[in-house]
């Protein structure tokens, strides 16, 4: 199944309200595709919004968003996929030690304090 130019291969997971699909792009590239589970005009207009600003975000600790695009009247965000396990899949094998805790919380609030400080195109937060 191909979704745009992106060939589907798996499912990754999926929330209340989107689902992300791992696929692979013409150059051999593999993505993620995010896309609302269902037709719903808010979820939509907030996903287009997500694929918008995401496109403008360039810091270490965020994902990459590679484009944003319609497919069959539902919007569809490429993120890059990053390989390897989840932090809820390293809880679940052992303790994770405090200070990786602190490493990685001080990489969340990295991306936070981007995300947060990022100007729209009005030049307003």
């Known amino acids: 199944m191909n979704v745009g130019r992106f ?20 150059s051999g590239r593999q993505v993620v595709l995010k896309r609302p589970r ?12 997500e694929g918008r600003l995401g496109a403008k975000l360039f810091h ?16 569809v ?12 899949a390293l809880r679940k094998k052992r303790a994770v030690p405090p200070a990786a805790v602190a490493r ?9 304090g981007c995300i947060h400080g990022a100007l729209g195109d009005d030049g307003q937060p």
Request: some cysteine; aromatic content about 2%.
């Open 77 to 88: 965000v490429a993120l890059g996929f990053i390989d390897g396990p989840t932090i809820d």
């Open 104 to 112: 990685i919380g001080c990489q969340i609030a990295e991306a936070l």
């Open 60 to 75: 270490p600790n965020l994902v990459e968003t590679i484009e944003s695009f319609e497919h069959n009247g539902m919007p």
């Open 7 to 26: 060939e589907v291969l798996g499912q990754l997971g999926s929330g209340g309200m989107s689902e992300a699909l791992l696929a692979r792009a013409p």
């Open 38 to 49: 269902q037709p719903d005009a808010d979820l939509s207009a907030r996903l287009r919004d």
